[in-house]
C-alpha cells in the first residue's frame, strides 16, 4: 500500500504560484496513476491533475490545463504540482492521492494524504 504526505501549500495573490509536493513510501507499482485532488469550502472533491507512475503520461481537468504542471521523479518517489497563474477559485485544500490506473475519476484515488491548503487572494 502507498502512503502520501503533501508538502508546500500556502497563501499567494491571483497570478502567482506555487508547488506542491507529495512525497510517497510504500510499493508503487508501474500503471499506477498519481494524482493531486482538491476540495474547496463546500464543494465536493475534484480532480486537478494525474500521472501514470511508469511512462509519466498525464491529465488535467481543464480549469487548469496551460496554468498548472505535474510531474514525477520516479528516484526520489515524489509527485509535483507546479501551479502557475493562480486564481482565487484555485483556493483549496489539496490532496495526492493514488489511483490502479491513470483517470480523471477523483473517486478512483485513495491513500490519501492529510491534504495542505492552498489560498489564492484576489
Known amino acids: 500500500q502507498v502512503q502520501l504526505r503533501e508538502f508546500g501549500g500556502g497563501m499567494v495573490q491571483a497570478g502567482g504560484s506555487l508547488r506542491l509536493s507529495c512525497a510517497a513510501t510504500?510499493?508503487?507499482?508501474?500503471?499506477?496513476?498519481l494524482g493531486w485532488l482538491r476540495q474547496a469550502p463546500g464543494k465536493e472533491r475534484e480532480f486537478v491533475a494525474g500521472i501514470r507512475w511508469t511512462d509519466g503520461t498525464t491529465e488535467y481537468t481543464d480549469s487548469v490545463k496551460g496554468r498548472f504542471k505535474i510531474s514525477r521523479d520516479i528516484t526520489s518517489r515524489a509527485v509535483y504540482l507546479d501551479m502557475n497563474m493562480l486564481k482565487a477559485e484555485d483556493t483549496a485544500v489539496y490532496y495526492c492521492g493514488q489511483a490502479d490506473s491513470l483517470t480523471t475519476d477523483w473517486q478512483a484515488y485513495n491513500s490519501w494524504g492529510q491534504g495542505t491548503q492552498v489560498t489564492v487572494s484576489s
Open positions: 510504500g510499493r508503487i507499482i508501474g500503471r499506477y496513476g
